[in-house]
């Protein structure tokens, strides 16, 4: 079951933010393997901060998003926009860094099909953005890019 407010809409952000945010990004780069290429903000169209890193061993671009509500995070490729997030597996040694911070949803969990008992919690509001914007998964619920 989601909860109410994880859509940004009608609810302010999780408390002590900015300060989980300055602990994730040190001990990222406490890693010594990725680099934080950049950070985008939540704004009016997004409910949550995307984090896009460089992994210098492989070479390889990944994103990290956190839901601005509840602190949820998730990796999605680089590739993805707000219209369409591709879900990943979040790396093994990223893991217990950014877990033990904002926990990780798993992509089989945010790309299964959203139902009525999921959003039985969620207010009107919330409700019709998800009606309006067509959406069809809790991932896209989570994560999403109404505005």
């Not at 040190?26 to 950070?39: A, C, D, E, Q, R």
């Not at 998730?74 to 093994?92: A, D, G, L, R």
């Amino acid at each position: 079951m989601i909860k109410e407010g994880i859509t940004g809409f009608n609810c302010s952000n999780l408390e002590g933010l900015e300060d989980k945010l300055e602990l994730l990004k040190k001990n990222i780069l406490g890693l010594k393997k990725y680099k934080i290429n950049s950070i985008y903000d939540q704004n009016e169209s997004s409910n949550y901060i995307r984090i896009k890193l460089i992994d210098y061993l492989e070479n390889k671009k990944i994103d990290l998003l956190i839901n601005c509500q509840y602190g949820y995070s998730c990796c999605v490729t680089n590739e993805s926009s707000w219209m369409s997030i591709k879900f990943t597996e979040i790396p093994h040694i990223l893991e217990k860094n950014v877990t033990n911070i904002f926990p990780c949803l798993k992509p089989e969990y945010l790309n299964s099909k959203l139902n009525d008992m999921d959003i039985r919690n969620l207010s009107k509001v919330e409700k019709e953005q998800i009606d309006y914007w067509e959406t069809k998964t809790k991932g896209e619920v989570i994560f999403n890019g109404y505005d």
